[in-house]
């Protein structure tokens, strides 16, 4: 994968239960400490996710999606169960570096131009200087940070600086990215651009994304599937498609759908089950509009 031109909507393969499995969860649980301490964080985790689909995790506090990204990305083992990541297992996928982490904080050296924190992975690898120059040249084209690769972290806005992070989690070109809540630092307006931003990327580079978030809005206007976890022990409560067209846009954010879907995820996190009444949808169109 490269920083090419745009290459259609990635949720064309998503659409298709024929495209590859990129992650495979059967039965998959942890299980923290032993004894009387233990903490059972997941439970019974069936999941597959195919090449091209962008899936949310989202739940209360605690219910065990950072530990779910962690296992996916072979960060901690799984107590019981078996993944499978691009059909090998978890840890010959982080040894072939198949998958690009983001994280809430962005953890930039900020003794080093963007570039180089860019480069960084590269540098790790051993790839040659002019590599490494061309690569990071790309990818900050496709973030749209170029003019910005001689600056330090610290002279970028919180936003700009995640997008540097996305850069550098996209550096090998890996088929699966791993986001542990990467907007939740942001302001309201900030994350809704970057939530722009990353749909353009998206559809640009075709990856699988694993999506962790607070945010139902978020998940919502971002997610292909939105997968509902329940509270401790972590267990997957629904999962709800999102039939939205691509590419989503801000006017998504104002269809009648989309409030139906935020209602469903909502409810579905209150465990109330059951169909979103029509009271419901006009509720969350109230609410909206008096956050607008
Ligand atoms: P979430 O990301 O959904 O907020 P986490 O995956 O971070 O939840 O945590 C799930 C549960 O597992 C929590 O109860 C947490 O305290 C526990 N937990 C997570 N990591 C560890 C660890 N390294 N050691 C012990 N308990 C942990
Ligand atoms: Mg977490």
């Known amino acids: 994968m490269t920083a090419g031109p745009p ?6 393969l998503a659409t298709t239960a024929t495209a590859p499995a990129v992650v495979e969860a059967a039965g998959v649980g942890k299980i923290f400490g032993t004894g009387p301490s233990a ?3 997941l439970e019974s985790i069936d999941l597959t996710i195919r090449q091209g689909e962008f899936v949310s995790l989202i739940g209360p506090s605690g219910c065990g999606k950072s530990t779910l990204l962690r296992l996916i990305a072979d960060l901690t083992p799984p107590t019981t169960g078996t993944l499978t990541i691009n059909g090998k297992p978890a840890a010959r996928a982080r040894l072939d570096r198949d ?3 983001v994280f809430q904080a962005p953890v930039l050296m900020d003794w080093r131009t963007i570039a180089r924190n860019i480069e960084l992975p590269l540098e790790i690898m ?3 200087p002019a590599g490494r120059a061309n690569r990071s040249a790309e990818l900050l084209k496709l973030v749209e940070l ?3 690769e001689g600056r330090h972290p610290w002279q970028l806005s919180g936003g700009m600086q995640q997008r540097v992070a996305i850069a550098r989690a996209l550096a090998f070109g890996p088929k699966l990215l791993l986001m542990d809540e990467p907007f939740g630092a942001l302001d309201e307006m900030t994350r809704e651009r970057m939530n722009l931003e990353l749909m353009r990327i998206w559809g640009r580079t075709q990856t ?3 999506f962790v978030t607070h945010s139902i809005p978020e998940a919502v206007f971002l997610s292909t599937r939105v997968v509902v976890m329940s509270a401790r022990p972590g267990r997957v409560a629904k999962v709800v498609d999102i039939d939205m067209p691509q590419p989503r846009t801000v006017e998504t954010r104002e269809t ?3 409030f139906e879907l935020v209602t469903e995820v909502r409810e579905a996190l209150r465990q109330r089950g059951g169909d979103s009444t029509a009271e419901s949808v006009a509720a969350e169109r109230i609410r909206a509009e008096g956050l607008a």
Do not use: L
């Open 7 to 12: 290459e259609g909507p990635a949720a064309d």
């Open 208 to 210: 699988t994304v694993v």
């Open 39 to 41: 903490v059972t964080a």
């Open 126 to 128: 051993g790839w040659k």
């Open 256 to 258: 009648e759908r989309y």
């Open 146 to 148: 170029e003019g910005f």
């Open 99 to 101: 998958y690009g982490m």
